[in-house]
């Protein structure tokens, strides 16, 4: 049985669909559109199994983004993968009245329904009453109370799934044919259906239903002509009829005792964390609780981690042969991995905040303080939705950006979320922190290390904002941009949600970066361990005498011949050739091999430093990247590699360069064109390369 969640946004869906499935599920793309279609499996009674299809969160069946328009295209396309049997109707307990709009729309397109009363919890603190069987009469369909958020409820809903049939819709809605009679009589003729409502839809939205034909794409606009159809104008007509139908149903159901309090709370919250002083004020400060905890929190497993790594490579050289199979392994994928799976303690930190804020309403929040702002650079309020969600990822949140109406408006907001510090460059920042800032406390509260990574993600905010304002004036468009937005309540973040998207979030880094990280050990470890003609060879010859010399630190020697073939190898070949070009930046040839395979992805430079050092070997006493990192040497200065000026100028490199394939992928899937993806390259590295050499030369 296929069962679509179907819902206003902030009703509760996709907590329920997270109940409803726990881990039984899957993110796919809606078939045709880069749409993201979640898809999970329960079993809803002992001889029943159901497919659970979370469907956009929309207002109503009239789509106004992207998203929206997919809600539509899937109940009214019968062949459509995720055409359901039932639909879940998730409408908020708190706001009947407006979500019931939705509900009516869909019921009227003859669909078996059940309509879901979620949040009833918080509807009885508000002093909220819902007589829930006169409301389950007069709509003619199942009516489940429950609350998704405290796991209340969903045996009652499991089992009017597994009731719900094709006739238990029966809404005697609204009477839609004297909006356009002629027209609608046409369609249905025209489609073969005797759903009024279908045809009125066909009519409004046919030129976003890919399943008809050119030819009926063609007629159906003809009989729109022909009858002087007014799409937007039935849509205000029908929308005051809904509503005005929707009383006569809430008649003696709904009881609001509680109106005066209502959204007290929230409203007292309000004026504090929206208040355009303190409320920036508070939100930089749960920013620096947020990097504090980065750092603080995940030293105990971070150093059990890299304990861990450590000890299977050294167990490994213990007691696996030597050669090259050996070296491949440890030197190569033991080491690449290592050097991303370190850091999965803080990213799975970052993924836990972003969660809590977004589930008790918070983010909310911050999209509307930041509107007013966004609007004089060019941008909307829609537009903090993708750049928040930029420190996550920029692929999902490029994506997100669907959801905003104006062209401009969307094309600005993809060209500058790249620039919002994701959780790729956290593991560079990171490593670069530990190296040239001291852990240290400011009053004995504010450590410095995670004063430095918010600087690093505050720089990486300023830039999108000021590349959005120039760009303001380069993209041209005709429409203007509105922001329309609902604000959620404050709640208790869902624990089990927060868990869920840590665990979901943190195996698709791994698992994702681990794939491109593994690939790059290897072809580096190889590139790195062999060189052109006889070189290796001739290091030997200057060394044996050495190695048989017992005055002489065999160590040592070791080490300097591993230093010596790492340079003469064909990845020292390539670093020494682009070593000018970076050298005004600080870097040695090490980090510009570096700077080559994170252009792959961004955290490739962590898996990369960790090959190159194992790979030459380094001094005994370290065993660490860090360690190794710290005591690098340049062999032209005699001072260390990783200095200040240096290690700022890599972090500013890494807050701007466009180091991501899969964003570029996605923006030119998203826009259909590879003008945008390439501007976004040349620009982006431009001003990286800028960033970083003004960084160095100044601070040296």
Known sequence: MKVALVGNPNTGKSTLFNLLTGLNQKIGNFPGITVDKKVGYCKVSSTQNAEIIDLPGTYSLYPKSKDESIVFQVLADKNNSSYPDVIIMVVDATNLRRNLLLCSQVADLGLPMLLVLNMTDLARKEGIHINVNKLSERLGIQVVAMSARKNDGLDALKKAISHTTAISTQINGVDVKPFAPEAIAEVKEKIKTENDYYALQVLHQHEHLAFFTETEQEEIEAIEKAHHFQSSKLQGAETVARYRYLSTVLTDIVFDTGAEKKFKITDKLDSILTHKVWGFAIFILILFVIFNAIFSWATYPMDWIEGSFGWITEFGHQHLPEGLLTSLLLDGVVAGLGGIVIFVPQIAILFAFISILEDTGY????????????????????????????????????????????????????????????????????????????????????????LALMAMYLVGIIAAVIVAWVMKFIIKAKEKSYFIMELPVYRMPRWKNVFLTVYEKSKTFVFEAGKVIIAISIVLWVMASFGPGDRFENIEKKYASALTDTTKNTEHVNVLINSEKLENSYVGILGH??????????????????????????????????????????DEDTSTIRE???????????????????????????????????????????TKSWKWPVIQLVYMTAMAYVAALIAYQFLK
């Open 363 to 450: 983010m909310s929040r911050v999209t509307f303080m930041m509107d007013k702002m966004m609007s004089k650079v060019g941008l909307s309020g829609k537009s903090v939705v993708p750049m928040i969600g930029g420190l996550a990822c920029a692929v999902p949140s490029i994506m997100a950006a669907r959801n905003i109406e104006s062209w401009k408006d969307r094309m600005i907001t993809i060209m500058v979320t790249p620039l919002v510090s994701c959780s790729a460059r956290l593991p560079v920042y990171i490593l670069i922190i530990s190296i040239i800032i001291p852990s240290e406390t400011v009053f004995g509260i504010i450590n410095k290390q995670a």
């Open 628 to 670: 190794r990192m710290l005591s690098s040497i340049n062999s032209k200065t005699g001072l260390p590699v990783y200095t200040f000026a240096t290690g700022i100028s890599i972090m500013f490199f890494y807050a701007f360069a466009m180091q991501c394939m899969s964003t570029v992928a996605v923006v030119y899937r998203e």
């Open 577 to 618: 050739w682009i070593e000018p070009a970076i050298r005004p930046l600080g870097y040695d040839w090490k980090i510009g091999i570096a700077l080559i395979t994170s252009f792959a992805a961004r955290e490739a430079f962590v898996g990369t430093m960790a090959t190159i050092y194992s790979v030459d070997g380094g």
